[in-house]
């Protein structure tokens, strides 16, 4: 099957499946096949703070390896979980997103791990020197998903993926489901 006539079948598909209310499902095939980002969808996890879930769909646009802009992304991300966990007091959690999920960006600059490493050592990361203007989790998310949506616009591997002009060119097109 063609990229093209690929790409429209599953513009199809997810528009039936988002019509008949099958969001979950229109979320996995958005991601299963990587040709359409749902920036709405991202958006919306990242405010509700589901960074697993949000980490999980956009894995199947781009890895963390892709580009700068991608490890950008998924370090944006981790960081704040990992913010998110101390601001908690979960300081065992915190330990695990350090070691599984925070380690491989020590190989673009140790010293920001190290960094990030004390911060389990005081009682108030905002104390930090970096972390001041971080305010609450609330407003912490609307910054850092800023910071993200720039990455991601400026992302080479978005290109000609987002879900919204996809669908717009589907219900202007004279074909019928």
């Known amino acids: 099957m063609s990229s093209s006539v690929q790409k429209d079948c599953v513009a199809r598909i997810l528009k039936f499946l988002e019509d008949h209310n099958f969001k979950e499902t229109a979320h996995t095939l958005e991601r299963e096949s990587g040709l359409f980002f749902n920036l709405e969808f991202f958006e919306e996890m990242a405010q509700?703070?589901?960074?697993?879930?949000?980490?999980?769909?956009?894995?199947?646009?781009?890895?963390?390896?892709?580009n700068k802009l991608s490890t950008k992304i998924y370090f944006e991300m981790r960081k704040q979980k990992y913010l998110e966990t101390l601001d908690k007091q979960e300081y065992g959690k915190a330990v695990e997103i350090l070691n599984n999920d925070l380690k491989v960006f020590a190989q673009y600059n140790n010293e920001l791990y190290k960094e990030m490493v004390l911060l389990i050592t005081v009682d108030d990361f905002r104390?930090?020197?970096s972390l001041t203007k971080?305010?609450?989790?609330?407003?912490?998310?609307?910054?850092?998903l800023r910071e993200i949506k720039k990455a991601i616009d400026a992302n080479p591997v978005f290109l000609g993926k987002f879900r919204v002009l996809a669908l717009a060119s589907l219900q202007m097109s004279n074909l019928q489901i």
Do not use: M, P, V
């Open 48 to 66: 509700k703070g589901e960074w697993n879930e949000a980490e999980k769909y956009i894995s199947g646009f781009t890895k963390l390896e892709d």
């Open 134 to 144: 971080y305010g609450d989790t609330r407003s912490a998310r609307a910054s850092i």
């Open 127 to 129: 104390k930090h020197a």
